[in-house]
């Protein structure tokens, strides 16, 4: 059967998305699970969601940087590689860079609004309930990103494992490339 140039990488893309989206719905409708609030309630709710929240965002925030710091050194391997990688690696890497970079945004964004003493702030109290919705929504995307950055990855893992493996077929090889010389003398051949 013959698959075309990055047809794996966007039916991948479409897979990793929708993956991220029920995710974060699911998540979503858990934290609000616990029906319609009104001020006083939702300034409970905040105060005890409060220390979950920035350590999600920050822990989100960690691994996105660390994983835009690891395609930095994915991209330079692969260009000084004797391999030569098709459309489906870069595809994959940059869908995996968006995802990073929306992490970043959206997990300093959370730092930022938990950071606010919004308990202290009288004239605020109107706006607890909304306030709760928000920070549960943006919680419930942080987990829907993170699940969709994990999916890529692996994603990307296994068309890498594939080119190892003796009997793997990578699509992020070009087609008709033989594996280089050096690669193998190694394995005996």
């Avoid at 966007?10 to 719905?25: D, P, Q």
């Avoid at 930022?112 to 309930?129: D, K, Q, R, W």
Wanted: charge should be negative; include cysteine.
């Amino acid at each position: 059967m013959s698959v075309t140039r990055g047809a794996y990488s966007a039916h991948e893309i479409r897979g990793t998305l929708i993956g991220g989206g029920v995710s974060a719905l699911v998540l979503f409708f858990i934290i609000v699970g616990v029906g319609s609030v009104g001020s006083f309630e939702a300034l409970r709710l905040i105060e005890a969601a409060l220390p979950t929240a920035r350590f999600l965002a920050a822990a989100v925030l960690g691994s996105a940087v660390t994983v835009l710091a690891l395609l930095l050194t994915l991209l330079g391997l692969s260009l000084s590689s004797d391999y030569r990688f098709s459309e489906a690696l870069y595809t994959r890497a940059t869908f995996l860079t968006w995802l990073s970079v929306a992490c970043i945004i959206l997990g300093a964004l959370v730092l930022l609004a938990v950071a606010v003493p919004i308990a202290e702030v009288e004239g605020l109290a109107t706006y607890y309930a909304a306030f709760y919705y928000v920070l549960a929504g943006a919680l419930a995307l942080l987990g829907g990103l993170v699940v969709a950055m994990g999916l890529i990855i692996g994603f990307i893992l296994r068309g890498l494992i594939a080119i190892g493996h003796p009997d793997g077929k990578s699509d992020l090889l070009r087609e008709g490339q033989e594996e280089p010389e050096e690669r193998t003398a190694e394995i005996g051949g």
